[in-house]
Nanobody
Framework: QVQLVESGGGLVQAGGSLRLSCAAS????????MGWFRQGLGKEREFVSA????????RYADSVKGRFTISRDNAKNTVNLQMNSLKLEDTAVYYC????????????????WGQGTQVTVSS
């Protein structure tokens, strides 16, 4: 089992940057695939990015490619999402999620979720 806690959300102007962090706890947390999802008001939860525990496999939604970067530090049991060139449409609650092994991009395939952190982009 793993527990996840997100942090780093806030208010930022369009074109700015923000870094989200997710702290994972659990005896086998380094073996979990970590993912970031987001959900805007009135919208479905959507995939943002994911990273395997070894760091050799990454996935990005087309909408964030070239702007967002996912990384993890297994020694610290954390996963980060560096968000650059933020756009108004990036406004959402961002969730950290985890599953055992295989990298996937669908919310339903992830077993563990954090509480979410709000990211608001203004113009």
């Amino acid at each position: 089992q793993v527990q996840l806690v997100e942090s780093g959300g806030g208010l930022v102007q369009a074109g700015g940057s923000l870094r989200l962090s997710c702290a994972a706890s659990g005896r086998t947390s380094s073996m979990y695939v970590m993912g970031w999802f987001r959900q805007g008001l009135g919208k479905e939860r959507e995939f943002v990015s994911a990273l395997s525990w070894s760091g050799d496999v990454t996935r990005y939604a087309d909408s964030v490619k070239g702007r967002f970067t996912i990384s993890r530090d297994n020694a610290k049991n954390t996963v980060n999402l560096q968000m650059n060139s933020l756009k108004l449409e990036d406004t959402a609650v961002y969730y950290c999620a985890a599953r055992f092994l295989g990298v996937t991009t669908t919310p339903g395939s992830y077993n563990f979720w954090g509480q979410g952190t709000q990211v608001t982009v203004s113009s």
